[in-house]
């Protein structure tokens, strides 16, 4: 449901809304500008206009008043990072104008452009390793602890252990079934991915081998966690506030629906080192850079350490009964 959603979202690309009332759509700088693709320009009267701006839905509002050359451009901090962007492009079409008036054909510093092929980066791209991480985690950490809880308070392990069966055979066959339910949800988002957005695997099947792969070591390093829960939890309704907590703050921090880097610098070191960070990171570097698994040393270790950490924890907190 998240992919069918957050799928219809468009690319990142640059998109700059500059206000220009009707009656003044007219001369040069108005024609550069339209003719750029990166820039919609918005039609309305200035009040409009000026509200717009106010609330940060316009990067700018450029003002040619009859009988005036110069343009004026009005910035809104509502908005600072796309008011840089309409300053940048409204200055360059500006001096480019200015060297055509001043009869300049050859000005001695030149900016030479040049195109290299490249793969468009679209938000599906970003959201749908994100999202393999999401029901990764959800997976292993509340479906196992929930799941462990349930079998304790109906006494179906006791019964269990009345036979000649293990504790550890049980673990195991707890972990193999969390297993066939993350590989399925692993295949059904590419799937969705693929036919309705056109998500691309960079090297075929090869990435798809890649991502399931990952996503059974990422399965073996967040068990421990739902292992732990199910220990010192007594019942659901005690074990639901602590999955959320474990949980939920990675889901909001770990670059699951935005990149980490679009958080405060202060607080970045702390949240790449969390179990779901170095997951989305790892994914992405297959699905997006088409990296494989021998290249993402950092990644795989810092999944190791977290699942020896909660696998030490867990054996000292978890009870059968």
Known sequence: ???????????????????????????????????????????????????????????GVLLSDKGVANPRLFISQANAQQAAAASSIVSGVVD????????????????????????????????????????????????????????????????????????LTILFGQGTARLVVVLAQTLVIVLVGILAYKFSLVHGALTLAEMLVLSVIGLISFLGFGLFIAGIAADENTAAPIANLVTLPQFLVAGTFFPIDALPSWVQPVVKLLPLSFFNTAMRKITVEGHFLDQMVWELVGLAVWAVIAYIVSSRTFRWE
Do not use: C, H, W
Not at 28 to 39: D, E, H, R, W
């Open 1 to 59: 449901m998240f992919i069918a959603i957050f799928g219809l979202f468009g690319s990142n690309s640059l998109n700059v809304s500059i206000g220009i009332p009707a009656d003044q759509q007219n001369g040069p700088v108005y024609q550069a500008l339209s003719g750029i693709k990166a820039v919609n320009i918005v039609s309305g009267s200035e009040d409009e206009l000026d509200d717009k701006l106010t609330q940060g839905r316009l990067a």
């Open 96 to 167: 480019k104008l200015n060297l055509r008036v001043a009869n300049i054909q050859n000005p001695p510093i030149k900016l030479d452009i040049e195109e290299v092929s490249g793969r468009t980066f679209r938000f599906i791209d970003f959201f749908l390793p994100g999202m393999i991480g999401f029901a990764l985690l959800s997976t292993a950490i509340t479906s196992t602890a929930f799941g462990l809880i349930f079998l304790k308070k109906t006494l179906v392990l006791k019964r269990i252990f009345a036979t000649p069966t293990k504790g």
